[in-house]
């Protein structure tokens, strides 16, 4: 029978636990961020005329002439970060960085669905009718995606803190 007498220095199973969601739980992040790479995150939903559809990497991450610079890099920051912890492991600093990386990117989530991009657009029919409308982009399916994607970082961060404050002290 193995009973825990309090004597070994190693970390429990709890700790192991901790440690190992901390380090796989960003791949849920990881996928999130591929997924919406071809998943709008806002959408409006027109197949008629002008359409606003925003994935994790912009407005068309393929095409060159609408590819913006800062998607990339932070879609980049948001993917590397989260496979930090299977190549290096999960240490304190990661861990708050996760927390906080999380907070930002649910912050902006939210931020996108409250204040939605928009397009006034006008122009006229073949016979001359004057034409126009509005475009709002809302959250599609892409942007639940990435709010598993953040909240799963979140949760990684979590539990790599609590896995860190759960090993035991060296003794002198």
Known sequence: MNVDDGSS????????RLHRIATLLPLATVVAWVATIFVPV?????????????????????DQETAVPGFFAAWLLVVVFSILPLVFGVSRWWS?????????LI????????????????????????????EVALPDF???ICLVGALALG??????????????RRQP
């Open 9 to 16: 220095h190693g970390p429990s199973d709890r700790t192991m």
């Open 42 to 62: 806002l959408d409006s939903g027109n197949d008629d005329g002008p359409r606003i559809r925003i994935t994790s990497l912009g407005e068309t991450p393929f």
């Open 96 to 104: 708050g960085a996760a927390m906080v990386i999380a907070a930002l």
């Open 107 to 134: 912050i902006v989530l939210v931020f996108a669905a409250l204040n939605p991009p928009s397009l006034l657009w006008d122009g006229q029919t073949a016979d001359g009718m004057p034409t126009g409308g509005m």
């Open 142 to 144: 892409g942007f639940f």
């Open 155 to 168: 949760a990684a961060g979590s539990a790599g803190s609590s896995a860190g404050r759960s090993r035991p």
